[in-house]
């Protein structure tokens, strides 16, 4: 097959997951080969596909999104089955990310032709060489799709990545994002999918490597530097759970070194990422301190109650939130702390602890970040009722509001973790 393309359908929510594959696809030089083209809404994508669909023998279109995003996705997807219903034989339809990968029969059903479950940043490319050549793909591992019997067929967990094997980004597409510098995590959260993606050994970007394309932006005019990992402090720690501070200043002594030189700032531990709260120490705060520019830390506590951390696997105390929360307001930063609420399990003396630890937290100078629980495929929690915000918990919330200590997205996801319920009950959207 020589003459197709590849379409991107570049929501700005997913835009980090397809940053990553076309920078697998320019380390295997298919950028050069393969026509992409990039539109970020479904009146452009369709106009797009028009013309698209006059040029080339087969277009493929790639799709990545979160459950959250399911509902505009399957709209998306049917109405351009209905659309190009004369030319669908010369559409591929493929989906990844978070949600393809834990509702594979689901996103399938949606009328996607392959799946590409976990990390693709290997299998994609071998996908589109394998198109390229007309051969099959049936051992290119990480794919799913339905035969003409409508039965899965799954070819079997991909392999792993070596992060230091493939680009964070892709530079001649100009695709620049925070730089990933740790994948996968040990502790397993029943409502994360983070490590049921990406595994719960994690995998370190190394320091040489991650200079190596700070180098490269700041030789295109970039001065901010933000980093992707479930938590700063894990840099360099062999299991993710213990720290390991002299590689971790290795990372931000080289990085301040180099970004300094050129007038450039270093953020680290905050937005994109965050920080367990029993990693924050007097020794990881002076090393933010010393070599950093954030002014806050983003601290993951989810709950004010034991039980519940216990009930989750967080791996944490609500204490162990107290004391990082101390020492960051002591250090002079702001402590941004994220809370779950509707958390599975929950009673109402845990609903207490919580609202008692956001008032006392508030209290010590923090900004709460606040979420609903919301049941996501793959989880352990994955079947468990949709998050919803106790009466109580309201209150504290519209206080801490008029107080300007309170933010976040709970309203929306109290709505839509009720829609994933529903799909995943009744497997209708």
Not at 41 to 58: A, Q
Not at 123 to 141: A, E, M, T, Y
Not at 234 to 241: L, T
Not at 243 to 254: A, F, P, V, Y
């Amino acid at each position: 097959m020589k003459n197709f393309c590849l379409i991107v359908f570049d929501l700005r929510n997913n835009r980090y997951s397809f940053n990553v594959l076309l920078g697998a696809l320019e380390k295997e030089n298919l950028i050069k080969k393969i026509p992409v083209y990039f539109f970020k809404d479904k009146k452009t994508l369709l106009k797009g596909l028009t013309e698209l669909t006059e040029r080339f023998n087969k277009v493929i279109i790639a799709f990545s999104f979160f459950t959250t995003q399911l509902w505009d996705i399957a709209e998306t997807i049917n109405t351009i089955q209905k659309i190009f219903s004369s030319k669908r034989n010369n559409l591929i339809l493929i989906a990844g990310g978070p949600h393809p990968t834990g509702d594979i029969k689901g996103s399938l059903n949606l009328g996607f032709d392959f799946v590409f479950v976990g990390e693709a940043e290997k299998n994609f490319p071998q996908f589109l060489k394998v198109l390229q050549d007309s051969r099959n793909f049936f051992q290119i591992k990480g794919l799913a799709y339905l035969n003409e019997n409508n039965e899965l067929i799954y070819t079997g967990r991909p392999e792993k990545i070596d992060l230091n094997s493939y680009p964070p980004f892709s530079l001649k597409l100009n695709r620049i994002n925070p730089i990933e510098i740790t994948r996968g995590c040990p502790f397993g959260c029943y409502y994360c999918q983070t490590p049921r993606i990406f595994g719960k050994k994690v995998r370190h970007r190394s320091v040489e490597v991650v200079l190596k394309y700070v180098e490269f932006l700041l030789k295109r005019g970039i001065r901010d530097f933000r980093f992707i990992t479930p938590n700063a402090f894990s840099y360099g720690s062999p299991d993710g759970k213990t720290l390991n501070l002299s590689e971790l200043e290795n990372l931000l002594k080289s990085l301040h070194k180099l970004v300094k030189l050129k007038g450039g700032r270093i953020f680290f531990g905050s937005f994109p990422s965050e920080v367990r709260p029993e990693h924050v120490t007097e020794e990881t705060i002076a090393l933010i301190k010393k070599y950093a520019d954030n002014d806050n830390l983003v601290i993951g506590a989810q709950s004010g109650s034991d039980r519940i951390l216990n009930l989750c696997k967080r791996g944490h105390t609500i204490e162990d939130v107290y004391r990082a929360v101390r020492l960051t307001v002591k250090a002079g930063l702001k402590a941004k702390v994220d809370f779950i609420f509707g958390l599975p399990g929950e009673t109402k003396e845990d609903i207490k602890e919580t609202i008692k630890a956001m008032e006392d937290l508030t209290k010590m100078g923090a900004i709460i970040h606040a979420h609903t629980f919301m049941p996501l495929p793959q989880t352990p929690f994955a079947k468990k009722k949709p998050g919803k915000v106790d009466p109580e918990v309201l209150k504290t919330i519209n206080k801490l509001l008029g107080k300007g200590l309170l933010f976040g997205d709970w309203k929306a996801q109290e709505k839509l973790a009720e829609k994933i319920y529903k799909y995943f009950h009744t497997g209708t959207l």
